[in-house]
């Protein structure tokens, strides 16, 4: 698809900013409550805008999208069509958007982008998140952050080097749930925590299998060597693109990278986890193309200050912990999607994924506890917190300096999960990001890149 020709972009908010240094007026002031004149907008990017990405352009469409890049022609025009046919606001801003297949053509060619959405497959993140930071653009990057350790390391490096403001796409971060769940644990409602038991119903794509034989015609509007970008080189199949990539090792991250992020992150937050020193993982059969049917991952992270160590269990592929005996037997694990149980000295506290608030159990402590303060600032929205913080106001919460630590716990699982078979226990030395007792698995910690791929520097 050819871009279209640059538009002229309105007055940027760091130039009206910058230009009244020294009578700076609430916007309130200006022009009434939540009055956001265009002056004040953020000029934004979106890299891939199918799937998630579709709600990823429409969570920052308060602001000016300058442009959208998507490999795929097919994608791009049903999330211009969805936009149109559901009458949502940003519509007409879209259609008019510059439009690109290759990012880094629309780097070059948009001058005036301020930030950019990646919402492509996981092996693509870093490349594009990395490729726009060197370039002073804020990033908002979907979960997992990255598909490789090094990787999440190299982002978090970067943003910090460059002053630029990022979030992570763990939406339930910015959710009420998760600040509950850090402030009870904090109040101590359940007591010292050192055992917690994660679970989701991922995956909901197929694993478990090789490497297809046929090769068939590729769609016309794929840019198929875009779409593979550092990953080897392999013909096109529909088995690959556009949604079942998450169970390639080329390619996605697996189950656990999918949703660790808004699992693994409620413990990982409350109990400030920081990275594990062993991990060890079981699974159903190892293949060498696609993550395996089912695993369960054991960390085990140290003592943190007066927070004792705590053991931590994952579980995918229908593979559950086992009923804590407070729960009633009426009751579910979690949700559909998945839960987290944290077992305390004192109690448990059991939360689905996403949506659903934490209770203690049984239901009768849940009854008799009286809630704690609330201690902690309430987030307006994964989006408009990112957006808010470009504009200068309160940090964002999974920014990449605490969302590489997340990614690069999940990604530790999956090189587990690669060693399954050999029934070892991986110490980790998070310091020097070196696995001690087994060398041969730190080749797993980054990864080759295609010929002209290589991550900027």
Request: with cysteine; net charge neutral; charged share 20%.
């Amino acid at each position: 698809m050819k871009a279209s020709s640059p538009q002229k972009s309105p007055v940027k908010w760091r130039e009206f900013l910058g230009a009244s240094a020294f009578t700076i007026v609430p916007r309130h002031v200006l022009g009434g409550p939540g009055y956001m004149p265009p002056s004040d907008k953020v000029n934004v990017a979106c890299v891939g805008v199918g799937g998630q990405g579709r709600n990823d352009v429409a969570g920052v469409g308060t602001e000016n999208i300058v442009a959208l890049c998507d490999v795929d022609d097919e994608q791009m025009a049903e999330t211009l069509k969805a936009a149109k046919k559901e009458n949502q606001p940003h519509a007409e801003m879209l259609e008019r958007a510059a439009k690109y297949r290759d990012f880094r053509k629309m780097l070059e060619t948009e001058k005036s982008i301020d930030a950019i959405t990646v919402s492509t497959p996981d092996h693509t993140h870093a490349i594009i998140a990395l490729t726009a930071i060197r370039l002073g653009k804020h990033a908002y990057v979907q979960k997992p952050l990255t598909y490789t350790v090094q990787e999440a390391r190299a982002l978090a490096k970067a943003a910090k080097e460059m002053k630029v403001v990022t979030q992570m796409g763990n939406q339930g971060h910015a959710s009420e749930e998760a600040r509950l769940i850090n402030e009870w644990i904090a109040a101590g409602a359940i007591g010292e925590v050192t055992e917690v038991h994660c679970w989701t119903n991922r995956p909901i794509w197929p694993q478990g299998v090789e490497r297809p034989a046929e090769i068939p015609a590729l769609p016309s509007t794929l840019d198929w060597d875009l779409w593979l970008g550092p990953a080897p080189q392999r013909p096109y199949h529909p088995a690959y693109a556009p949604f079942n990539w998450r169970g390639w090792w080329d390619f996605g991250t697996g189950a656990l990278g999918d949703m660790g992020a808004h699992i693994i992150d409620h413990p990982f937050w409350a109990l400030n986890l920081g990275l594990p020193e062993t991990i060890q993982a079981s699974s159903t059969a190892v293949y060498n193309e696609t993550y395996p049917l089912a695993s369960a991952v054991h960390y085990r992270f140290p003592a943190r200050g007066k927070m004792p160590a705590v053991e931590l269990t994952w579980y995918d592929g229908g593979l559950l912990p086992m009923r804590p005996l407070e729960l009633e037997e009426s009751r579910r694990l979690g949700n559909e999607m998945g839960g987290v149980i944290f077992a305390g000295q004192k109690s448990k506290l059991m939360c689905g994924c996403l949506g659903e608030s934490p209770r203690l159990i049984p239901e009768t402590k849940m009854k008799e506890y009286k809630m704690p303060p609330k201690t902690l600032p309430r987030s307006p929205g994964v989006y408009q917190e990112w957006i808010a913080a470009i504009k200068g106001g309160a940090p964002t919460m999974s920014n990449f300096e605490y969302a590489a630590k997340l990614t690069e716990t999940m990604l530790l699982g999956n090189i587990a999960l690669r060693l399954a078979d050999k029934n070892v226990t991986l110490k980790y030395d998070g310091q020097k990001m070196s696995f001690t007792n087994m060398p041969e698995a730190n080749q797993y910690l980054t990864r080759e890149y295609r010929s002209g791929w290589n991550l900027p520097t």
